[in-house]
């Protein structure tokens, strides 16, 4: 199982991942927490919350997160996949889940993750990252923390240049 | 001029200390040539044929003379004492080594240059109005909204992973000298009825394999709301451009997929959900910038000079460079001065170190400091006093940089081709100079007026041959270095993109077919047209018979 | 005829394979023989070597007048330098070698190089 890194009041920390990824040909397991494709979540969904099984779900990169508005507050997780280094698809989706959809579970980048990423991601509104690199803990947060200033507001809480600069004119 | 604070140099500091890490990592074997590939392209490192090149931003084209002699230090000391201006504005230098890159890459920090963004999918530097803040032409001052793009596009979290590369361009004059309508965004600053600034906003021209004038999809965006339809724009191209095939990736292939009219809609309607208050940059931040471009001291003079005019009248050489690369000022009693880069026997573009030096002493003397590259590969010192001229002249002259051919036949833009790139398929520099040493006769140069020949070593069409008046473009042809010709191209306001002539030739028929097309030209010319109008109005017929009856 | 070319990777030179060390000049690069396999076994070991090299790769070779020479123009040019400045790159020594190459003409085939735009 590779590593599971979770951003957590701004600290990047090792976690136990406690969801089973459940790819489209295999069957759902009979309890714990599960990650589902968009399609199983839309088939199965709703009978696995109601019985009371912490569901999160799997998005590509060519599917919309909008298609999710209406499950968002039931779900755990949002696991968005990066199939390739370079498929920046997921950095969207992820703003648009914190900032338009108001998502506050867990927002996971899986596939293709490398630490050069890390910084982005969590500018984008990651909290749940797997390393596909073995980047650990301190080495992820090492990269996310490379720059001691950003540009301009993205889903973090961290202040752009400008608003630097205007608290430092008081 | 934008000076960059303590925290544009802390970011410049952390960006290479980054790189030096990832270079270590790379050397080490932590990092494979697959991971890294991407990582040296964002410090804009590439492998070429016969060593890296390290394409350096020049942020809109602008520099000062204590930046200028850094990169001639870079030339001297890491490089073969030269570097190459490109049509993006920005510099390479073509002889780098990797284990080298970060001490480079930390001498540029020093005086706020760096690599940033000049290469990957993403948005890279900004083109701007060469001659901004010296033109009375521009309604606005281009590089307050460049500056502010550059600064909103560094290491942007969500576009920094985009299709494809994604270049804008801005522009506040009539006459555009930035090639808008051929950038991914082309932003045209402009006021409206009553009196308000805003961009005509044009989106998906380009060139490359598939060239496309971009069509306008917003004719007036008030100004302040530039950043957050830029971010409804982006975010619309990063959804749905296509990933699928590199070359169909950029946002030109999107729109005209599309269609202007449901493009634009999709961006309306994104933008519409974006609120204002979180996405477009605040007045403060705005009014800090342009503070920082508020006009220079410049002193009160007469619009005349008498040092000037003596000096064209007594000097036949120096008359011509004042016709051909000075250019009225805003300001009475300066001038802008565009230096050419293009001597008849040169490489298009390249500098050598001692160059930069003159040029940045001459900045630092006579151009309150500033120091302009143009897309069209040549250098701009946009504000020198009349009464100046005929000096900055002579230490041109003695430099090898008074070449008095702006806008000329012999003023080409051309790529590095083979000769250095790696994707190139025939070389472009040895063709360039063919043609500028046939028309090396400057009274014949000036006779012939504005001629455009751009040109480029493969279809990506670094060397702009779309909008070239006459663009070639060399290709690999069953093994021989081959070139086509096309006619009517044009980067400007009145873009349009040249049309294919006719077969293509050998690289020692080329400068014969450029001296038909041209002595076509002149002989049905009417007035004051130029080659451009003549080839719009009387179509290709009278131009392939000259060329292919003398060709073959 | 092939040999076996690549970029160093501390700083990019073009290098050529002999007998399992890297040199820079290309007269002195090993030869195979089209159908001989220790080219492309050759060349597997070289990709093994990736903190020596970059992307290694087979090139075709011919004998021309005064010397070997590869086929393709654009490995003329990488073993020789850039044709605008005579002065840089590996031309600059001279010599017989060098001279072979600058006389070299013919087919200029751009071998093994295709879709060049994803190697960027």
């Known amino acids: 199982m590779p590593t599971l890194i979770r951003l957590i009041d701004g600290r990047y920390e090792a976690a136990d991942d406690v969801f089973t990824d459940v790819a489209d040909e295999d069957v759902t397991p009979p309890e714990g927490a599960v990650i589902l494709s968009l399609a199983r979540l839309q088939a199965e969904g709703d009978g696995l919350l109601s019985a009371g099984r912490q569901v999160g779900v799997r998005i590509q990169s060519d599917e919309e997160v909008e298609a999710l508005a209406y499950d968002l507050p039931r779900l755990a997780l949002v696991a968005l996949v990066f199939p390739k280094y370079r498929d920046g698809r997921a950095y969207t989706s992820a703003r648009l889940l914190r900032q338009r959809l108001g998502f506050t579970g867990e927002v996971r980048a899986v596939g293709d993750v490398l630490r050069e990423q890390a910084g982005f991601m969590a500018r984008c509104g990651f909290d749940g990252f797997a390393p596909a690199d073995g980047a650990s803990p301190a080495e992820w947060a090492h990269a996310a923390g490379r720059f001691r200033h950003v540009y301009q507001r993205a889903a973090d809480a961290r202040a752009p240049v400008f608003e630097e600069r205007a608290s430092d004119g008081l | 001029m934008y000076r960059y604070d303590a925290i544009d140099k802390e970011f410049l500091a952390d960006r290479a200390n980054e790189f030096r890490e990832q270079v270590g990592r790379r050397l080490s074997g932590a990092l494979t040539e697959d991971q890294f590939k991407p990582l040296r392209l964002m410090n804009g490192l590439y492998l070429q044929l016969h060593a890296y090149m390290l394409r350096v931003a020049i942020p809109y084209g602008s520099l000062d003379s204590r930046q200028m002699r850094r990169l001639a230090h870079i030339a001297r000391t890491w490089d073969k004492g030269y570097g190459h201006f490109t049509t993006r504005q920005n510099i390479q230098f073509n002889w780098i080594k990797l284990g080298q890159s970060p001490d480079i890459l930390d001498q540029l920090a020093e005086v706020d240059l760096h690599a940033i963004q000049t290469s990957g999918n993403c948005i890279r530097n900004t083109t701007a109005d060469p001659f901004a803040g010296a033109t009375a032409e521009e309604i606005d001052d281009p590089r307050v909204w460049s500056e502010l793009i550059r600064q909103w596009s560094t290491l942007h979290p969500e576009f920094s992973f985009l299709p494809r590369k994604f270049k804008i361009a801005v522009t506040a004059a009539a006459k555009d000298r930035t090639a808008a309508r051929v950038h991914d965004i082309g932003l045209v600053l402009r006021r409206n009825r009553d009196g308000e600034l805003g961009f005509e906003v044009i989106v998906g021209g380009g060139q490359g394999r598939t060239p496309y004038v971009g069509p306008t999809i917003r004719e007036h965006l008030p100004a302040g709301r530039l950043l957050s339809y830029l971010e409804a724009v982006l975010r619309v191209y990063n959804r749905h451009g296509r990933r699928d095939n590199i070359y169909k990736a950029r946002i030109k292939i999107l729109v005209a997929a599309l269609g202007r009219d449901e493009f634009a809609r999709q961006v309306e309607e994104e933008w519409s959900k974006l609120e204002s208050a979180l996405a477009d940059a605040p007045d403060t931040e705005l009014a800090r910038i342009r503070g920082a471009f508020a006009p220079l001291n410049f002193e009160t003079l007469p619009a005349t000079s008498a040092a000037f005019d003596a000096a064209k009248a007594g000097d036949p050489a120096f008359a011509r460079f004042a016709r051909n690369n000075v250019k009225p000022h805003k300001k009475s009693g300066y001038a802008i001065v565009e230096i050419s880069l293009k001597a008849h026997h040169a490489t298009p573009g390249d500098a050598s170190a001692d160059q930069m030096d003159v040029v940045a002493d001459l900045a630092g003397r006579f151009s309150l400091d500033d120091i302009r590259v143009t897309h069209e590969q040549n250098l701009v010192l946009p504000h020198v006093k009349l009464d100046d001229l005929p000096t900055v002249f002579a230490a041109l002259q003695a430099a090898g940089l008074a070449t008095p051919n702006i806008g000329l036949i012999s003023d080409i833009i051309a790529c590095p081709g083979l000769d250095y790139c790696a994707l190139a398929n025939a070389r472009a520099i040895p063709i360039a100079q063919s043609i500028a040493q046939r028309f090396e006769d400057a009274d014949r140069a000036e006779l012939i007026g504005e001629l455009k020949i751009k040109i480029s070593g493969c279809i990506n069409a670094c060397g702009h041959h779309h909008v070239g008046n006459i663009g070639i473009l060399g290709v690999d042809k069953k093994g021989e270095e081959f070139y086509q010709l096309s006619l009517g191209g044009s980067g400007q306001e009145d873009a349009s993109l040249a049309k294919i002539l006719g077969p293509g030739m050998t690289a020692e028929q080329v400068p014969d077919a450029i001296e038909a097309l041209v002595d076509t030209y002149l002989a049905i010319r009417e007035g004051e047209e130029r080659f451009l109008d003549t080839v719009r109005r009387v179509g290709f017929a009278p131009f392939k018979e000259a060329v292919y009856a003398d060709a073959h | ?120």
Request: net charge negative; aromatic share 6%.
């Open chain 3, 1 to 120: 005829m092939k040999a076996i070319t690549a970029n160093r990777l501390i700083d990019g030179e073009v290098v050529f394979w002999k007998s399992g060390q890297w040199i820079e000049r290309f007269a002195e690069a090993e030869h195979f023989a089209d159908d001989d396999a220790a080219g492309p076994a050759a060349v597997e070991t070289a990709r093994g070597q990736s903190t020596v090299v970059v992307d290694p790769y087979l090139i075709d070779i011919v004998e021309a007048a005064g010397g070997w020479a590869p086929v393709s123009y654009r490995e003329r040019l990488r073993a020789l330098g850039p044709t605008n400045e005579p002065t840089h790159g590996k031309q600059a020594e001279g010599g017989a070698g060098v001279e072979a190459l600058l006389a070299a003409t013919g087919a200029a085939r751009s071998t093994g190089r295709v879709d060049l735009i994803r190697r960027k």
